[in-house]
């Protein structure tokens, strides 16, 4: 007897789940204030510090003014306490340069200045006991892997994280990669303290299926064998809805997800909420540090339609060019589209949209008895 075969769904294990307790660095949702932080915007992030912790975000990266990031100043130290007393913790971008109109977190970091600058405004930030430093993005695509220059530049960076451990309060050091080759990667992912090393994974890469995944894949694949967590990179705002199931998708990620926060004057309230039930969500379902599988062959789903399982959530990311139905028997948990207004209704997606799901309970199989 023939039996028509349907299609073969494939899930691919691409991270799997950390085991245990984490440090809170292993999975944190790190918003980025994307302008220049001066003694105005301090002033005003310290009011609003109470309406980040309702959204759900576990630390702010600021990029402060030169002045504010030398001795002892009061001022940092007021705007990480504010924080600190909401759950929030700060890690502090260094400039790199005396320039104040640098504010660019993804452009190469300045090694101009010399190295008692750089541990001046890495000694204020202990003093104002942030929890991270941030170095941008390292320079390492314009030196050779054994130029001069590269072994100068990494033994400066020893000295930055051999100032950090002598400290009581051990913040964090973060930074970005330029695109490299594997082995070139896997070299600075090897000799590295960082704790994050952000990649450009989603900044440079064609949002379609495989590309996208495979670019996630490579990026687990590079890190998990030395223990380093991923640690995605922020995707730069504008009020659009692509842009929002981007940041949806990103934030489905095991590791540190960083997203920018909007401006004061182009904050969209939908984006906002969007953030607040994802991050909440990422929350009850240990999605930070949970396994990450690419689901194919879906009926429903098309090849260009991205399918994930973050933990236990499903996660589609329609890069197609049609609507997506997905199925009454994932519920709903988070989407940039509109949901569905009834119980057991399919969730329709259109082009650009990105969803959660409750995955479907598997059903025992009932068995005749006489």
């Not at 924080?83 to 890690?91: E, N, S, T, Y």
């Not at 204020?124 to 050779?144: K, R």
């Not at 997905?326 to 259109?350: F, I, K, M, W, Y």
């Amino acid at each position: 007897m023939d039996v028509t075969k349907g299609p073969q769904v494939v899930t691919t294990l691409v991270h799997a789940a950390r085991k245990g307790t984490h440090p809170w660095w292993h999975s944190p949702a790190i918003c980025r204030i994307p302008q220049r932080v001066d003694h105005e915007i301090a002033q005003l992030l310290s009011k609003e510090a109470i309406q980040f912790a309702r959204v759900g975000v576990d630390a702010l990266l600021i990029s402060p003014i030169p002045q504010m990031i030398w001795g002892v100043n009061p001022e940092l130290a007021a705007l990480v306490r504010h924080f600190h007393r909401v759950g929030i913790k700060i890690i502090v971008h260094l400039p790199g340069s005396a320039d104040l109109d640098t504010r660019d977190f993804n452009g190469p970091y300045s090694a101009d200045e010399t190295v008692t600058t750089l541990l001046g405004r890495v000694r204020a930030c202990v003093d104002a006991e942030v929890d991270g430093i941030d170095l941008g993005t390292l320079p390492l695509m314009h030196y050779g892997p054994n130029s001069a220059e590269r072994q100068e530049f990494m033994h400066l960076l020893r000295v930055v994280m051999a100032e950090v451990a002598n400290t009581d309060t051990l913040p964090i050091l973060t930074s970005s990669l330029p695109h490299m080759d594997d082995s070139d990667l896997q070299e600075i992912l090897q000799e590295s303290w960082f704790h994050h090393l952000r990649n450009d994974t989603l900044l440079d890469i064609e949002w379609k299926n495989p590309q996208l995944c495979d670019a996630i894949a490579n990026t687990f694949a590079n890190r998990d064998p030395v223990g380093h967590v991923a640690a995605w990179p922020a995707l730069p705002y504008d009020d659009s809805e692509i842009h929002r199931a981007r940041t949806l998708f990103a934030l489905a990620l095991p590791g540190a997800t960083y997203f920018d926060s909007p401006p004061k004057d182009d904050i969209s309230s939908s984006f906002v909420l969007m953030v607040q039930q994802a991050l909440r969500t990422r929350e009850e379902h240990g999605m930070g540090t949970g396994s990450l599988a690419h689901v194919r062959g879906l009926a429903w789903a098309g090849p260009d339609c991205l399918v994930h399982m973050s933990a236990q959530v499903l996660v589609v990311f329609n890069a197609s060019d049609s609507t997506v139905v997905v199925p009454s028997e994932h519920r709903p948990l988070a989407s940039t589209g509109v949901l569905p207004t009834q119980l057991n209704s399919d969730t329709p997606l259109a082009p650009g949209q990105c969803a959660w799901f409750e995955t479907a309970r598997v059903q025992p199989r009932v068995f005749a008895t006489e």
